[in-house]
């Protein structure tokens, strides 16, 4: 399944939108990736650029520390992949890091996630999109929390 958030302003930034939708980020383990220009700030609004650097391909956390940086920290991205996997993972055998800058596939209706034990995916696309891949039952959840829309109605949008 995959549904796109209708545009509502500051759900760009991660700490909102998890706030929005009710995702509780410590059920999950988390990669991050194909991360540009991430708005870092701490709660005295001061950057913090080296919390992930640029050079950096992906990023694993537990769900647990994940948490902690969104107490910590108050995230946007311009572009990210944001997978949640199961907690019972504790091995990643990744062959594909998920990306979403320059990537046709993701565009395609029928894509799903690259790593096999993805729940579910959260796409932020150029300041303007934020895409949802993967499991039906937890999506219709998130659907019932915000304004989403279809990801063939977000094709057709001009």
Request: charged letters at 25%.
């Amino acid at each position: 399944m995959r549904i796109v958030l209708a545009k509502e302003e500051n759900l760009f930034e991660v700490n909102e939108l998890i706030k929005k939708i009710n995702l509780n980020v410590e059920e999950y383990h988390w990669v991050i990736s194909d991360v540009t220009l991430p708005m870092l700030h701490d709660r005295n609004n001061q950057s913090h650029s080296e919390v992930m650097p640029d050079y950096t391909d992906f990023l694993f956390l537990k769900g647990e520390h994940f948490k902690k940086f969104l107490h910590d920290y108050s995230y946007s991205f311009i572009f990210a992949v944001l997978t949640a996997l199961p907690r019972h993972i504790d091995h990643l055998n990744i062959i594909s890091i998920p990306q979403i800058e320059d990537n046709e596939r993701y565009w395609n209706v029928n894509y799903t996630p690259v790593i096999p034990q993805a729940v579910f995916e959260i796409g932020f696309f150029d300041s303007t999109d934020v895409i949802f891949t993967g499991d039906q039952k937890i999506l219709s959840e998130f659907r019932k929390k915000a304004d989403f829309i279809s990801f063939e109605e977000y094709l057709q949008t001009p």
